[in-house]
């Protein structure tokens, strides 16, 4: 899953199992409209499906239900011993038959053929509503520059500081990567571990080794940087510091 800042949206890379090559290629089609999917595979069975889910890892499975249901179901079954994070299943079908057994599955959403626009536009918007920052740990931050894409482990991001109308992103080895986008476009979008503590920075929260009151300002781990926070943001500087205490040994002097 990462979210791409051009779009100012989550992109959601999918895979597509299905025996027919017409129908596969006639829902790639209709994707095409929706900037938010990204195909990362198309298969035509749940065996070679499993392996690209595997391979892939992709956000979405897009599943044909036809005479090999069942072996799609086991599929699913099967895909739970080996992944952290289920991707969302989407089932398609031409009937209703296989939607109870899709249910007890845990599929996401069930789509009646013909496929249509407003189902897919459905679908997206129930996507774009849930809370992936609980569901997503490894969240990975798309930086978009025309045909250019970067792709971002945000585990590996220091701080964001804003430039003018541009922001800096600085990573644990001293890389820095400039998005043209303001510091605003990603306060919302980071994972929770990212706060805001100055009109100029987001931080990284699991690199804070120091919170100084005194001087405003907090220290980052393995680091001489010691970045400033504002009495603005100050709400987010003591709600992070009752997060801490509570996991830590603190002594008074």
């Known amino acids: 899953m990462v979210f791409c800042h051009e779009t100012n949206i989550m992109e959601y890379g999918y895979t597509i199992i299905n025996s027919d090559a017409k129908s596969s290629h006639e829902l790639r089609t209709q994707l095409v409209s929706f900037k938010e999917f990204r195909c990362t595979g198309v298969t ?4 070679e499906g499993l392996n690209t889910i ?3 890892m992709p956000d979405v499975v897009f599943i044909f239900l036809k005479e090999n249901a069942n072996d799609c179901f086991n599929m699913v079954k099967e895909l739970h011993q080996f992944v952290k994070f289920m991707p969302i299943i989407i089932g398609i079908s031409s009937n209703q038959n296989y939607a109870y057994e899709a249910i007890k599955n845990g599929f996401f959403d069930y789509w009646l053929l013909p ?3 407003f189902d897919i536009r459905k679908t997206s918007l129930k996507l774009q509503k849930l809370n ?3 569901q997503f740990s490894n969240t990975t931050l798309c930086l978009k520059s025309y045909k250019d894409y970067r792709y971002i482990d945000t585990n590996e991001i220091l701080y964001l500081k804003a430039d003018n109308n ?6 644990k080895d001293n890389t820095i990567i400039t998005a043209f986008k303001t510091l605003k476009t990603f306060e919302a979008r980071l994972p929770t571990n990212f706060i805001r503590t ?3 920075y987001i931080l990284n929260t699991d690199y804070i080794s120091r919170i100084n009151y005194g001087k405003s300002i907090c220290a980052l781990k393995n680091s001489e940087i010691q970045l400033p926070f504002s009495k603005s943001y100050k709400q987010n500087i003591d709600d992070l510091k009752k997060i801490l205490t509570k996991t830590t040994i603190t002594t008074l002097n």
């Open 44 to 47: 035509n069975n749940c065996k």
């Open 54 to 56: 595997l391979k892939q």
């Open 115 to 117: 496929l249509n626009e």
């Open 132 to 134: 992936l920052k609980e």
């Open 166 to 171: 541009t922001t800096d992103v600085i990573l």
């Open 198 to 200: 100055h009109q100029s």
